[in-house]
């Protein structure tokens, strides 16, 4: 099974494609970016141009994607539930099958902690990878994090 983890984001949305169930693999990671000097519409469409190509050329059985949570923030929580509906588009366009997380269970599924801080998941992620370095940029190895949770998962969504 190969899981394409999004992590959502306006200016920077991470990606990682693993190769499942056990022991995971990690098949490539990286970002996508927009311009942070656009217009919202043209950087969403740069988006979904982006994602629209990762989706393409990783061939994903799933994706899986970190869900929208309410932040204290309101303009980064706006920013994310938009980068979330282009990548949610962008899937279905594609027909692939998408499964929501919220940020404590992927931090959990990863470091059995739902508190972990973005380093703690990076090494987990590694670790969990058999990488020698923790992945980089934060965002392409919480898109990693987020494909690990979704083949630990799995299996139980499966059973019910």
Known sequence: MFVLGIDPGLSVTGYGLVEGPHPPKAVLAGVVRTDTESAIA???????????????????????????????N?????????????????????G??????????IKSAVTGDGSANKSQVQM???KLLRLENPPKPADAADALAIAICHLRASPLEAAR
């Not at 469409?45 to 799933?62: C, F, K, N, Y």
């Not at 309101?74 to 594609?94: D, F, H, K, M, N």
């Not at 692939?96 to 269970?105: H, L, W």
């Open 124 to 126: 987990m992620v590694a």
């Open 74 to 94: 309101l303009q980064t929580a706006i920013s994310v539930g938009r980068a979330s509906g282009v990548a949610l588009l962008a899937a279905a366009e594609a």
């Open 96 to 105: 692939i099958p998408v499964s929501e997380y919220v940020p404590t269970a």
């Open 42 to 72: 043209e950087r969403l469409a740069e988006l979904h141009r982006g994602l629209s190509q990762v989706i393409a050329d990783a061939a994903p059985d799933v994706i899986a994607l970190e869900t929208v949570f309410t932040n204290r």
